[in-house]
């Protein structure tokens, strides 16, 4: 296990050697690379999940932790409980505690919803997303020692109504007042904007559940929900899975219908997902 583990660390990282006793994140690990030893592990066997990597750091304390899998064994984690903070959750943590404003720091996007979409179909999109990425529902409490301690609620805890405000026309004052409405301690990381003049959605997310490659995801995500909406079936943005020759598998993505929702980052355009 630790051969295996120890060979997956250094393709990750582009290094040569990596010795059983190397932190992952001292190497130059992150939270991007974390998922990429997670699903190579995977593909040879062997299941650990991306806080495992968090917690344990090490190869000697991951293959502790760690298992071998069969082809059929059930892989769903579904983030639910405490999280381990990654290194720039606690770049952001210590400037918290400087007293540099945190509870605002956000990613938006600004979507053009597609012809026909009400208010009533963003809630019911909304909540198929927020119940489905647990980063999206994190709490944030103090530990009581000047530090964070991070926490995932169970799905259906937070609600999409919530977290939507609708207006006529999108202006910098809307926009300001439902980024303020973001609070981490509250399990509020989105805060949304319905304009109902233009049909458009402002998504406010705050940086903690977000970055610039897990925005592909969400967007994609909920067109995918909206799809699954607008044929009447159960919905919550799972994935097809196929297999791939010697048994690996991969996820697909469900088939969203032509009339999708298409993104803008706020400041330029947002690339449509493949």
Known sequence: MEEIL????????????????????????????????????????????????????TVA????????????????????GPVIATPIMRWLQSLHSAGAPADQFNQT?????PEGATEADVV????????????????????????WSLTVPEA?????????????????????????RLNPAAGVMLSALWVASTSRLVAIVHHLA??????????????????????????????RERRLPGGRRCWLSTPATRKSWSWHKRGGRWPRCP
């Open 109 to 113: 996007v600004v979507a053009q919803a």
């Open 210 to 239: 977000v970055d610039g490659v897990s925005w592909r995801i969400l967007l994609e995500d909920l067109n995918i929900a909206w799809a699954q909406h607008r044929a009447g079936s159960r919905w919550c943005c799972r994935r």
């Open 61 to 80: 304390r991951l293959a502790r932790v760690a298992r071998v899998i069969d082809g059929d064994a059930d892989l769903t984690d579904d983030g639910v």
């Open 124 to 147: 019911e999109v909304l909540q198929a997303v927020l119940d489905r990425h647990a980063m999206l529902r994190l709490r944030v409490d103090h530990d009581g020692i000047g530090g």
């Open 6 to 57: 120890t060979d997956i660390y250094a393709q990750v990282l582009g290094l040569e050697r990596v010795g059983v006793d190397d932190s992952f994140f001292e190497l130059g690990g992150d939270s991007i690379l974390s998922m990429q030893v997670v699903a190579r592990a995977r593909a040879v066997g062997v299941l650990c999940r991306p806080r495992d990597i968090f917690s344990e750091q």
């Open 156 to 180: 259906g805890s937070v609600a999409a109504r919530d977290c939507l405000q609708t207006v006529q026309a999108l202006s910098e004052e809307a926009l300001v007042e439902a980024r303020a």
